[in-house]
Nanobody, 119 residues
């Protein structure tokens, strides 16, 4: 099993930036990919971005492309989400998730970190 802990959320004005971090522990050798998801009140959880644990493959939701950047440090067992030009609609609880080798989807989740963008 993989344990994930997010940090870096907070309150920021529209147009500002925040950087989220996620630290992985446990069976990190079995990680295939990691991602960020978010859930706003009354809405379904949605995909934000993902990165391969090894290699350079990244994916982004259309709504954040060009504004958010996902990065990873396999040596530090961390991923980050740099969020620029934030909008009020980016306000949500952001979750870090890990997909293990051979697994169908993300099976490990962090507790979430709140991001609030004031307009």
């Amino acid at each position: 099993q993989v344990q994930l802990v997010e940090s870096g959320g907070g309150l920021v004005q529209a147009g500002g930036s925040l950087r989220l971090s996620c630290a992985a522990s446990g069976r990190t050798s079995r990680i295939y990919a990691m991602g960020w998801f978010r859930q706003a009140p009354g809405k379904e959880r949605e995909f934000v971005a993902s990165t391969a644990w090894t290699g350079a493959r990244t994916e982004y939701a259309n709504s954040v492309t060009g504004r958010f950047t996902i990065s990873r440090s396999a040596a530090q067992k961390m991923i980050h989400l740099q969020m620029n030009r934030l909008k009020s609609e980016d306000s949500a609880v952001y979750y870090c998730a890990a997909q293990q080798v051979g697994a169908d989807g993300y099976g490990s989740w962090g507790q979430g970190t709140q991001v609030t963008v004031s307009s």
